[in-house]
């Protein structure tokens, strides 16, 4: 049987966000032995991410990259209705993806050591924003 949850969480600006732990409580909850975690971000100006889990750097370094790749306030873009941040955080958004599917046994999260999964804000201010966890096995 499918279990779905909803979860809210309020970004920084231009930061990751562990989630790892809030996802492995909703598959707990689920109940489910064996199959699938579904994660999905209902943004378009943030992402999610599997990335290293210990170390910060890596994930600075990574905004850097994005940065060069989708910097804010190309004279290129022509979307702009919220500010310089705007079209570069869409762009940065499908570049990383809204959604992760991780495998589920013995009733947890089959992550590696180093991997945890983080909701990537990409816009310059706070954000609220939703995640829904599906759970199919």
């Not at 943030?46 to 600075?60: G, H």
């Not at 499908?94 to 804000?121: A, K, N, Y």
């Amino acid at each position: 049987m499918p279990h779905q949850t909803l979860l809210t969480f309020t970004t920084r600006p231009r930061a990751t966000l562990d989630i790892t732990a809030d996802v492995a409580a909703a598959v707990r909850a689920a109940g489910l032995r064996c199959g699938l975690a579904h994660v999905f971000v209902q943004h378009t100006s943030c992402s999610l991410l599997i990335t290293e889990n210990a170390d910060p750097d890596v994930r600075r370094d990574l905004e850097t990259v994005f940065a060069r790749l989708a910097p804010d306030g190309d004279p290129a873009y022509r979307h702009d209705l919220e500010g310089d941040d705007d079209m570069a955080a869409h762009a940065r958004s499908v570049l990383s993806g809204p959604g992760l599917t991780i495998p589920v046994g013995d009733g947890r999260l089959l992550l590696g050591t180093w991997q945890g999964i983080f909701l990537w804000e990409h816009r310059a201010a706070s954000h609220a924003r939703r995640v829904v966890v599906t759970v199919l096995g």
